[in-house]
């Protein structure tokens, strides 16, 4: 089991910056790939970023990509995600995420990762 905390989400105007972090506690998170979704009303949860548990290959949504910047620390059992240039449109509930056996193109897929944080919420003003 890992048990998952998100934490330094806020409210910031547009083109500002946020870092958030997830906290990971139980089983050996140092062998896990970690992810971060978003969820805005009304839409479906959505691949944000990915960082994998070998040798720390990151993935990014389009969308993101340039802007935010996954990292990971095993020795503290954390995950950020750094948010620069923020736009209104990432306004989301943002979760953290991790599987022991995700891999590859997988790694975008919500529905392949079992650990769940209970989310923080992001809103960018305009």
């Known amino acids: 089991q890992v048990q998952l905390g998100e934490s330094g989400g806020g409210l910031v105007q547009a083109g500002g910056s946020l870092r958030l972090s997830c906290a990971a506690s139980?089983?050996?998170?140092?062998?896990?790939?970690a992810g971060w979704f978003r969820q805005a009303p009304g839409k479906e949860r959505e691949f944000v970023a990915a960082i994998t548990h070998s040798i720390g290959s990151t993935y990014y949504a389009d969308s993101v990509k340039g802007r935010f910047t996954i990292s990971r620390d095993n020795a503290k059992n954390t995950v950020t995600l750094q948010m620069n240039s923020l736009k209104p449109e990432d306004t989301a509930v943002y979760y953290c995420a991790a599987s022991f056996v995700v891999r590859g193109t997988h790694l975008s897929n919500p529905n392949e990762y079992i650990y769940w944080g209970q989310g923080t919420q992001v809103t960018v003003s305009s």
């Open positions: 139980g089983r050996a998170f140092s062998g896990a790939s």
